[in-house]
């Protein structure tokens, strides 16, 4: 038969918050071992003639929280080889109690049976004390192991174990980041006899002049969007869901699709413009702008019973943790090359694809041309249709212009336009094989050209209609020399 440990809530210390099981399972248990004695109740549970022992000797003799619960599972475990073990923690045992948790992780299900007893937690107590009611959902953490990303302000929060004034100067920092500081909150202790003390604060007064121990907790109100100091992905999501609805924004309700199409595009630019002038702070607001149109797409969607933006965002994910096997499987990539390889080899098996023409077809048509064309020939490399070299591709570049060059001679339309995307798509491969984004280097390219020709504009001393090609031919040559240093220019 398994060894058995209860695990019993002792509440936050007050006789009448015992459970009628926990209460039983105290006065039965043969062995009945206490996290704590120092807890409001172990002088009551002496008086009703219940022995225990206490883990408080593991506190004082180790020199660091990563030696306490091992040693406390090793003591438990040795005790339950002998008969059933009552483990009473303060509170909840599921809530913010750190014992509970090693316990269920360290302890073979095959080896030891668990039972929970629950209890009154020190998150009831805070929330009932403070009269506050939290309909609208409740969130609890622990203080010394707050994971800021974990503060949802749209929902009340109740943060335990504020042990001490440090842990409340190091919390207080934390919640500014993401609460305003004025907001009025609650910090809440117990007194010996279980009692609980409130009061009501400003948050950047927290740590000012108060008494914290490991009873000490803190209630943060739900706040509503206008509020908020940050925002999280979530309130995007619901600001969208306000903006579509029936008492919404009549600019907003009428979008659809196609609609957004162009919007969608300006976005991308916009972003591509931000990162070549390398302001962070424009690409910031940029990017913020293409994910309003992700989420904007996945509200229409939504309402059409289509797909949700969790959808989107639970298939990107899957698609990152099933790309990426040399990280979340047992797939070996140790170079950025064979991760390509990877990608492409586990791409083409999910869409399907069994030849490779059927690779080139899947790149989108409604792509720019250059970078269609870019991407096209980097597939096709990679089956080995590809130069050898770069010098290789420059000379075909050659050949194609003077193809080019035999047809306009010809004065054929139709071999013009032809032989002309041979040579652009010709000066593609030479990019590729130089390493540059083609559709970046022509937009830099044509970016120099308008600084140039403004130079000319404004070095000019008549009209530009009415100078000679050859006049602004030479201003063209000082625009050069005058922007030397600058080759973006």
Same mark, same amino acid.
Request: with cysteine; aromatic share 6%; charged share 25%.
């Given at each position: 038969m398994r060894p058995r440990i209860i695990i019993a809530g002792l509440g936050t210390g007050r006789e009448e918050e015992l459970t009628l099981g926990t209460l039983k399972a105290l006065e039965e248990a043969e062995c009945l071992v206490l996290r704590t004695g120092e807890h409001a109740l172990a002088p009551w549970l002496r008086e009703r003639g219940i022995r225990f022992t206490t883990l408080d000797g593991v506190y004082n003799k180790s020199e660091s929280f990563d030696e306490i619960y091992p040693e406390m599972i090793r003591r438990i475990?040795?005790?339950?080889?002998?008969?059933?073990?009552?483990?009473?923690?303060?509170?909840? @045992?599921?809530?913010?109690? *750190?014992?509970?948790?090693?316990?269920?992780?360290?302890?073979?299900?095959? /080896?030891?049976?668990v039972e929970i007893l629950p209890g009154i937690s020190q998150a009831d107590s805070v929330i009932a004390a403070s009269g506050r009611c939290c309909a609208e959902g409740l969130k609890i953490l622990t203080a010394a192991e707050l994971p800021v990303s974990q503060l949802d302000p749209g929902l009340s929060t109740v943060i335990i174990g504020i042990s001490s004034s440090i842990l409340?100067?190091?919390?207080?920092?934390?919640?500014?980041?993401?609460?305003?500081?004025?907001?009025?909150?609650?910090?809440?202790?117990?007194k010996?006899?279980?009692?609980?003390?409130?009061?009501?604060?400003?948050?950047?007064?927290?740590?000012?002049?108060?008494?914290?121990?490991?009873?000490?907790?803190?209630?943060?109100?739900?706040?509503?969007?206008?509020?908020?100091?940050?925002?999280?992905?979530r309130h995007l999501v619901e600001i969208m869901e306000i903006l579509r609805s029936d008492e919404g924004c009549p600019w907003d309700r009428k979008q659809d699709h196609q609609s957004l199409r162009q919007y969608l595009i300006e976005e991308t630019y916009e972003v591509l413009e931000a990162i070549a002038m390398q302001d962070m702070d424009k690409l910031a607001e940029e990017l913020g702008d293409v994910l309003l149109q992700v989420v904007f797409h996945a509200?229409?969607? /939504?309402?059409?019973?289509?797909?949700? !933006?969790?959808?989107?965002?639970?298939?990107?994910? *899957?698609?990152? !943790?099933?790309?990426?096997?040399h990280i979340f499987g047992d797939a070996r990539a140790d170079t950025a090359e064979e991760v390509v390889g990877n990608w492409e080899a586990i791409k083409k098996k999910?869409? /399907?694809?069994?030849?490779?023409?059927?690779?080139?077809?899947?790149?989108?048509?409604?792509? @720019?041309?250059?970078?269609?064309?870019?991407?096209?020939?980097?597939?096709?490399a990679l089956v080995g249709f590809d130069w050898n070299r770069p010098e290789d591709a420059i000379k075909k570049a050659g050949e194609e212009l003077k193809e080019l060059?035999?047809?306009?001679?010809?004065?054929?339309?139709?071999?013009?336009?032809?032989?002309? /995307?041979?040579?652009?798509?010709?000066?593609?491969?030479?990019s590729r094989f130089l390493n540059q984004e083609p559709e970046l280097t022509l937009s830099a390219a044509t970016e120099k050209f308008i600084r140039r020709f403004a130079y000319i504009e404004e070095h000019a001393d008549k009209p530009l209609e009415e100078m000679t090609l050859e006049e602004m031919d030479l201003l063209w040559n000082q625009a050069k020399s005058e922007f030397k240093a600058d080759p973006g220019v």
């Open positions: 475990t040795a005790l339950a080889e002998k008969g059933e073990v009552v483990v009473a923690v303060p509170g909840h @045992p599921m809530v913010g109690e *750190r014992l509970t948790l090693e316990l269920i992780k360290e302890l073979p299900p095959a /080896g030891f049976q409340a100067s190091e919390l207080k920092i934390q919640l500014l980041d993401v609460y305003p500081p004025d907001l009025t909150v609650v910090i809440s202790r117990q010996a006899d279980g009692a609980v003390l409130t009061e009501e604060i400003p948050l950047h007064t927290l740590d000012h002049s108060r008494s914290f121990d490991h009873t000490s907790c803190l209630y943060l109100p739900a706040l509503e969007l206008g509020q908020l100091e940050n925002y999280s992905f509200r229409i969607a /939504g309402e059409r019973g289509e797909f949700s !933006i969790q959808d989107v965002i639970t298939g990107i994910c *899957r698609k990152m !943790i099933d790309r990426h096997t999910e869409k /399907g694809l069994k030849s490779h023409t059927q690779v080139l077809r899947d790149i989108p048509a409604i792509l @720019p041309a250059l970078m269609r064309s870019y991407k096209v020939q980097k597939k096709a060059e035999e047809a306009y001679r010809s004065g054929d339309e139709n071999a013009i336009k032809e032989e002309l /995307g041979d040579l652009l798509f010709a000066i593609v491969n030479v």
